[in-house]
């Protein structure tokens, strides 16, 4: 089923459309959403409503972008609410307490796990808007102009965003992970 | 320009403070360079040159840029390394086409109903209407009631004026250095009225 057939598909609500809609985008659209708002439940609600929305205004699509690109924009659209809704969260003392505390783990563990916790621990601490770019440029491989136009914002902004996130990236990832490639965080005279 | 290795998260020294400042203007060129050949070319030919041209003669400035450039691929390795595992749980497609399928179901039930609701006001309409119209013809085919003769107006020759007069005595009370004195005063009041003359005549 090419594009068209599926978003045709999508218009008459066919479920073998939405099926093949969740086999070749769901992954993609979840693992994207764990990234911009860094809990899998909350992703997979989001995703979930996000394919609800996508079937719901597929006569609205009009083919000017991928596919994907569309699901993306209405995912991150949703990524906003649900931000901007945790905000007005009030924050309860007791059941604060109630939470268990987060387990230590070892520093010096380099597995997938430790490294997503932490990739996961930088990436919250940004803002919503720094950690869209980011999300955008190193995960989804979009180009400053891409991303300027998915978020109807200036390349210049996108670059400025993308300096700081990068910035405070690399000042609070642990040095164990060894994101720096083979020579660390040293920088050496050539 | 010579950059120390730092540890990431911690404070900037008062001299390596300096030198953020010092290589600032070039920090937002530095940025450029980690997004690849492609979409480096938003930057305009001159600053381009004025950046290759620096970075050709600037060893610090070629090894912050070859870090970024490093933490940005590594970034993007991680991402994926990160999520790598992650799978959109198999009930998120049943819920979708669930919910599908009650909002398709619920709009025919919305449309019997309605359906329903027309077949039954057919006659309650005819009936409401019948009764309408026999209204109508009991209200405009009756004989119309005579209206009561209006009362002559009143001419002022049949009316007398009475005027009354009255006295109201008020007592009044006040301290004055330290005896009570009292005082009694009248006060005469007078009321007008006129009345038929017929009434004044029983008077």
Redesign the interface.
Known sequence: MDEGQLVQGLRCQDPLAVQEMVASHGDRLFRSASLLCGNQAEAQDLVQETLFQAVRSASRFRGGSSIYTWLHGILLNLTRHYHRDRKRMVYDEKLARLEPAPQEEHPSRLDVELTAGALADALARLSGPHREVLVLRFYEDMKIHEIAAHLGISKGTVKSRLHYAIAEMQRRLPAEMNLFGACGTDVKEQ | M????????SPLSPSEGERARERGPF??LG??S???P??AR?LSPDAQAAAERHLSEC??C???VE??R???????D????????????PE??R???M???EE?RAPEAGQASFFSWVRLAWPQALAASVLLLLAGLFFFTRAPVPKPASAPPRRAADEVLVQLSYIVPTYTFRHEDGFVVDALIYQTNVVSERFPAELARLH
């Open positions: 010579h950059l120390p290795p730092r540890a990431p998260g920090a937002r940025s450029w980690q997004w690849g492609k979409s938003t060893p610090a070629r090894q912050m870090r970024e490093q933490f940005a691929l590594s970034l993007t991680s991402f994926h390394r990160a999520t790598a595992s992650l799978r959109l749980p998120v497609q819920r979708v086409l919910t599908l399928a398709r």
